[in-house]
């Protein structure tokens, strides 16, 4: 049961670098998110993509793009890492917007 | 932003003693999801309530969604502990929204 899968689990970055996570769900849902979960602020959503072909912004989603890349695939991209991006991020799945959604197991992500 | 207030932050509690926590809004919501999540992963669902006053149990879990469609609750009856970790609210208002997440209780249990 792989569910939704992102990589990498871990990483540090340098102020300025830049990097994508990968996102991919097996269980043909239509929705995909990304959040970030940052200690005392909950889970708050960066980015999502309601359908194969569109993207939205959420609650946080300055200094990130987006890429739905096909129905399994979501990419999230930080052009020039700062450290205000230290966090959990969790890519997240759901049959659509506005149904139950399924987490991945998250990405720590340091930027020193 | 659209907030929901989960309470208590945290709890410290002796093994076998039941727990509860809830969330509330300013705002109506059609659907209230319960997540646990365990240190080191992602939230996992626990309960998903979609009716107000409905009241659904998975195993020593137990939630309601309030009458009022404006809060939900969380019980767990004889902690144990494996159930340490945070516990998650979420909240959605309509059928197009996205999912609004509480900020947390963190649950300790001690042997």
């Known amino acids: 049961n792989a569910g939704v899968t992102q990589t990498p689990k871990f990483q540090v970055l340098k102020t300025g670098q830049s990097m994508t996570l990968q996102c991919a769900q097996d269980?043909?849902?239509?929705?995909m998110y990304w959040y970030r979960q940052d200690p005392g602020m909950g889970l708050r959503l960066i980015y999502y993509?309601?359908?194969?072909?569109?993207?939205d912004k959420g609650e946080v989603p300055n200094g990130y793009n987006v890429s739905r890349l096909n129905k399994r695939e979501f990419s999230l991209r930080l052009e020039s890492a700062a450290p205000s991006q230290t966090s959990v991020y969790f890519c997240?799945?759901?049959?659509?917007?506005?149904?139950?959604?399924?987490f991945g197991e998250g990405s720590w992500l340091t930027v020193v | 932003g659209q907030q929901l207030n989960q309470s208590p932050q945290s709890m410290f509690i002796q093994e076998g003693e039941d727990v509860s926590m809830n969330c509330t809004s300013s705002s109506i919501f059609n659907t209230w999801l319960w997540y646990k999540q365990d240190p080191g992963e992602g939230p996992v669902l626990l309960i998903a309530?979609?009716?107000?006053?409905e009241l659904t149990s998975n195993g020593r879990l137990t939630a309601q969604f309030g009458i009022t469609r404006k809060d939900s609750f969380l019980n767990i009856s004889a902690s144990i502990p494996s159930d340490v970790g945070i516990y998650f609210c979420a909240g959605l208002k309509g059928s197009q929204g996205n999912l609004i997440f509480g900020k947390g209780t963190k649950l300790s249990v001690k042997p």
């Open positions: 269980m043909n849902h239509n929705s």
């Open positions: 993509s309601a359908s194969e072909g569109t993207t």
């Open positions: 997240a799945s759901s049959d659509r917007v506005g149904n139950t959604i399924y």
């Open positions: 309530l979609y009716k107000a006053g």
